[in-house]
C-alpha cells in the first residue's frame, strides 16, 4: 500500500495545533508507538518578503534575494505541527524534544518563488530515554529539488521494541569562542512571531515552568539560525548542514560562538561560559 497523502490548501495556524496537541497530550500517554504512514502536501506556497525580512531581523541574516535554508525549514514547520498533531499520531507534539537537525540546500532559492512542500515521519526507534523518529521534509521549485531537510525528534518515556538507536555526534571546535551574544527575557517570543512556533516552554517563565525548567529556552532552531547567520559569507551556495541540541539556553541569557573552518567545511558550536556546547554543528 501507498503512503497516505494529505494535500493541504495553506499552512494551518501553528498555535491552534498546539493547543489541540496540549488538550490531547493525556489521551495519548501510553499509546502504542506507531507511525501513521501520511504525508503532508502544499502545492503552491507563496514565501513572505515581510516575513523573510522579520526572520532576519530575528535570527541575524542579512536580507538577500535568496533566502537561508533554515527559513526554508520555518516553511515546513506548520505542516509538521499539522501531522503530529493528529489523533492517530503517537506522541504528543507539546512534549517532544528536538535533538538534531540536518537540512541540504540542493540549490539557491529565491523569495519570490513559489514552492512545493511535503513532510513526513520515519525511522522510529528506540532510544535511552524514550523513542526517536525522524520529520523529513522536502521542498521543490518547479521540477527541481530545492531543500531537504531532517528533525529528529524525542518523546521521552515512550516504548518502542529494538535497540537503542545511534545518537547522532558531532565534534565542537576547540576555537574560543570569537562572538557574544546577549540573549533577551523575550527573545522566544519573538522567534514564535517569525516562525510560527509557539511552544509555550519558549514564551514566559510561568508557561515553560509548567514544562520543568526555571524560564523560558530559546528556540533550537533560532541558535541553529543564528550560528549559520554568524557564518555569514563563508556560506557557499549550496550546502549541507547537520547540528546537535546539547543544553538548552535559559532566558535571559549569554552565550559564545566559536567556529573552524577546513576546506570550506565548517564547525561550529554555542557554548556557555564555562565552554560547555549548547549546539554543535557542521557545515559542507
Known amino acids: 500500500m501507498g503512503r497516505d497523502v494529505v494535500e493541504l490548501r495553506e499552512l494551518p495556524d501553528v498555535n491552534k495545533l498546539l493547543l ?6 493525556v489521551t495519548k500517554k501510553g499509546r502504542r508507538a506507531r507511525l501513521p504512514d501520511r504525508s503532508m502536501l502544499v ?3 507563496e514565501q513572505s518578503l515581510r516575513g523573510l525580512a522579520e526572520y532576519c531581523k530575528v535570527t541575524g541574516f542579512t ?10 525549514h520555518v516553511q515546513t514547520f506548520p505542516m509538521q505541527a499539522a501531522l503530529m498533531a493528529q489523533d492517530d499520531f503517537p506522541f504528543s507534539l507539546a512534549g517532544l524534544v528536538h535533538v538534531s537537525n540536518r537540512m541540504r540546500l540542493h540549490r539557491p532559492v529565491r523569495v519570490g518563488e513559489g514552492l512545493r512542500m511535503a513532510v513526513r515521519t520515519e525511522h522510529l526507534a528506540a532510544h535511552a530515554k524514550g523513542a526517536v523518529f525522524d520529520m523529513v521534509g522536502e521542498i521543490h521549485v ?15 518515556g515512550a516504548r518502542v521494541e529494538g535497540e537503542p538507536a545511534d545518537a547522532l555526534r558531532l565534534t ?11 540573549l533577551p527575557a523575550d527573545l522566544g517570543r519573538q522567534y514564535a512571531r517569525v516562525s ?17 525548567f526555571p524560564r523560558p529556552i530559546i528556540h533550537g532552531m533560532w541558535t541553529h539560525a543564528r550560528a549559520l547567520a554568524a557564518l555569514g559569507g563563508r556560506l557557499p551556495e549550496t550546502y549541507e548542514v547537520q547540528v546537535q541540541f546539547a543544553k538548552p539556553i535559559l532566558l535571559p541569557g549569554k552565550v559564545g560562538f566559536a567556529a573552524a573552518g577546513q576546506d570550506g567545511s565548517w564547525r561550529f558550536a554555542v557554548v556557555n561560559r564555562e565552554g560547555k556546547p549548547h549546539l554543535v554543528g557542521e557545515v559542507s
Open 63 to 72: 536580507l538577500r534575494d535568496t533566502v537561508p535554508a533554515t527559513w526554508l
Open 43 to 45: 502545492m503552491g506556497h
Open 196 to 212: 510560527g512556533d509557539s511552544n509555550p516552554i519558549h514564551l514566559y517563565p510561568l508557561t515553560a515552568r509548567l514544562f520543568g
Open 142 to 156: 518547479g521540477d527541481d529539488l530545492a531543500w531537504s531537510g531532517s528533525s529528529t525528534y524525542l518523546a521521552t
Open 20 to 25: 489541540k496537541a496540549l488538550a490531547g497530550a
Open 172 to 182: 565542537a571546535p576547540q576555537e574560543a569562542p570569537s562572538q557574544q551574544w546577549r
